[in-house]
């Protein structure tokens, strides 16, 4: 098996943000568990700030998006930075693919970001494999492909949308490029560009689980040779089988883990309120006031992630008058977190990474999400899953004080308390039993891997 394994070279492709690199990164070590190599590739820039366990069994590899000194924030704009990478980008990556060649490490499959839809150009040119993976819902995808084929018009023309294998949607309910028609043209294009070439895919790969979105994926599978790869925690919080995979291993932040946990030891078991938005979302200072507020009268224990560049929208003595209820911190080891037995509500931005988290680890949530897939992540959230309840904004887009306060008591010990808890119970144990032996994902890697290996 090691000697067959051998002639298989993944290469892994994320889209350079830490919520693309991380799945993809615990998708890459899965594979390497199986017995395939595997290469995880990262701009220039990301290289820099990225470094992964000496002892890794996933090498690291370098291409570049144009902007190896400071990556996006180096760009005028997000659409100049989406520009220059989708140019530079599939050039630099053939001469990696070629270097790798050269060195006797020949690739024969990308495993592309659906994001970075070039990922496949470039597998074709090679004559490799090309795999698609999605690192957002089923459900936001598959709005997203209906947006791509015409088969759902923008802007959005009523009140609600009807997809295959969705539940009903409000308009609002979609992705915000979808239902915020012309909002971000950059991100927009990427997004929906994801299915411009799919057809020519080898496989189709989803970070989700069969059990989770069922529905969709049946109806997806009957386009691409689509298979579910998910959840891509790290086996410690899972099925346990992958030794000392403890964390993804990659952090844009330094995060204050020691002040964290020790806080959270000393607080009773569930609870504690964990905050925090992502890496990337910022609340402009209405919204900051209005949660820290609705966090103060809540009342609950609290502990809220408030990145550097965002802390001067707190109020003025906020931290100081809160000091009994809650802690603050810059960045925390988020599955540490909401691993811990004290944590049982997640106020959360519903970025897909963390409401997968919360699902696996059986956490509560309140979803405020702020744009992208955010929105349809939430409805998903409530209705769908019946893991929490979302905190409805007024008609200036903001979540008030009273509304957080409220959805907060309503999670910790309101009358829906009880069967979001035993929701949180189910997802929980379905998300383990998927990944674990002879799970529907487990299997699904099965499935890809001997392909590869016979191909």
């Known amino acids: 098996m090691e000697k067959e394994a051998c002639k298989a070279h993944v290469l892994v492709l994320p889209y350079p943000a830490q919520g693309h690199i991380n799945p993809m990164l615990q998708f890459a070590k899965r594979l390497v568990s199986k017995g395939i190599k595997s290469t995880l590739a990262i701009t220039i820039y990301q290289s820099k700030s990225i470094h992964l366990d000496p002892g890794s ?178 086996a410690m ?62 009342k609950c224990h609290f502990l809220w992630v408030v990145r550097e560049s965002e802390e001067t929208k707190l109020p003025n003595k906020f931290i100081e008058e809160t000091s009994d209820q809650g802690l603050v911190v810059s960045w925390c080891p988020q599955l540490e977190v909401l691993a811990h037995e004290s944590v049982w509500c997640f106020v959360t931005h519903c970025g897909f990474n963390s409401v997968m988290e919360a699902l696996c680890l059986g956490i509560a949530m309140v979803a405020m999400p702020q744009w992208t897939d955010q929105t349809t992540n939430a409805k998903y959230v409530e209705d769908v899953w019946g893991t929490g309840i979302r905190a409805l904004p007024d008609e200036k887009s903001v979540v008030r004080r009273q509304v957080v306060e409220k959805c907060i008591k309503e999670v910790m010990e309101g009358e829906k308390s009880k069967e979001i808890k035993e929701n949180t119970k189910k997802w929980k144990n379905l998300a383990t039993e998927a990944i674990d032996e002879g799970g529907s994902s487990d299997e699904n890697i099965n499935e890809f891997v001997t392909k590869l290996l016979c191909s």
Do not use: C
Request: aromatic share 12%; net charge negative.
């Open 237 to 298: 919080y899972l099925d346990k089988r992958l030794e000392d995979d403890k964390d993804y291993g990659t952090n844009i932040f330094k995060p204050e883990t020691s002040v964290s946990m020790s806080w959270l030891n000393d607080r009773p078991s569930g609870s504690v309120v964990y905050v925090a938005f992502g890496s990337a979302v910022t609340l402009n200072p209405e919204q900051m006031e209005e949660l820290a507020l609705g966090l103060k009268g809540s």
């Open 57 to 234: 069994s996933i090498a690291i590899q370098t291409f570049s998006d144009g902007y190896d000194e400071g990556g996006f924030e180096q760009a005028e704009s997000s659409e100049t930075y989406l520009e220059t990478l989708n140019v530079v980008g599939p050039q630099t990556l053939e001469k990696l693919i070629r270097k790798l060649d050269d060195i006797g490490q020949p690739v024969t499959a990308i495993v592309y970001d659906g994001f970075l839809n070039w990922g496949l150009d470039v597998a074709k040119k090679f004559g490799v494999t090309g795999v698609t993976f999605f690192t957002q819902s089923a459900a936001v995808n598959n709005i997203y492909y209906h947006v791509n084929r015409g088969l759902l018009r923008l802007p959005l023309s009523g009140p609600s949308v009807s997809i295959p294998g969705l539940p009903l949607l409000e308009a609002l309910e979609t992705p915000s490029f979808v239902h915020d028609f012309g909002s971000y043209p950059g991100f927009s294009s990427v997004v929906m560009n994801q299915f411009s070439n799919i057809d020519q895919a080898d496989w189709v790969l989803l970070d989700t689980f069969y059990k989770l979105e069922e529905k969709v994926v049946d109806w997806m599978g009957n386009l691409w040779k689509l298979r579910t790869m998910g959840p891509t925690l790290p």
